[in-house]
Structures are given as C-alpha cells and as structure tokens.
C-alpha cells in the first residue's frame, strides 16, 4: 500500500536527525510499515529500505568512533552487534516485501487491475 510507503519513507528521514534509544525504534518501526508497502508503494518501501541501511552504516560508525575514543575500544562489539541486528532487521523487511509483492504480481495476471483503488 502506498500509504505505508509513504509512512516508512518519512520515519526513515526523521530517523536520520535522531540519535539515541528513539533511533532504534524508528529504524525497526520504519522496516515494518516498509514491509507492509507491496503493490503501488513498492518503489517508497525499497526506498526507505535503504535510506534506513545508510543510516545505520553512518550511525553505527559513528558511535564506534565516538566509544573507543570516549571510553576504550571494549564498547565496539556491543555497537556493532546492534548494527548487524538492524541490518537484519532491513534485510528480513526486504525479502518479505519482495515476496509479498511478487506474490500479489502473481494473483493479478489475467490483465485484471492489481490494486484496489479507494477514493
């Protein structure tokens, strides 16, 4: 649906400008609606799909920097295991919304329209 493209892509910006605890429930936040974005909004759930896998590559390298310059390098593999979990997390949202969209292709192929449209 296009509305939970619409949803994901801009949680994913607003993600950007947020650090911390929020940051992380906005990235997990945004992969599910991203998920949930099969038919006409495709295109806006890979979309934030990725913006939320840059963010997440810039974010965990900084906090990398930032903790073994503030308190050692011991604080670097909890980090990075928090990075691999959200990449995870943005991988498990794509296949399943390849699949979801592949799957609702596959339903809609005797020419009939594929979406329903709500006015």
């Known amino acids: 649906m296009k509305r939970f493209g619409i949803a994901a892509i801009v949680i994913a910006i607003i993600s950007i400008f947020i650090s ?28 934030a799909l990725a913006t939320n896998s840059v963010n ?6 900084m906090l990398c920097i930032s903790g073994s310059a503030q308190k ?20 498990i949202a794509y296949v399943i919304l390849l699949k979801e969209n592949k799957k609702l292709q ?14």
Do not use: K, N, R
């Open 56 to 61: 997440i590559l810039f974010m965990i390298l």
């Open 106 to 119: 596959s339903i809609h192929t005797d020419g009939s329209v594929p979406y329903t449209i709500v006015e």
């Open 72 to 91: 050692g390098i011991a604080d670097a593999p909890c980090t990075a295991a928090i990075g691999a979990i959200l990449l995870l997390s943005q991988s």
């Open 20 to 47: 911390e605890i929020v940051w992380v429930y906005l990235m997990l936040m945004a992969a599910v609606l991203a998920a949930c974005s099969v038919g006409e909004g495709f295109v806006l759930g890979v979309t």
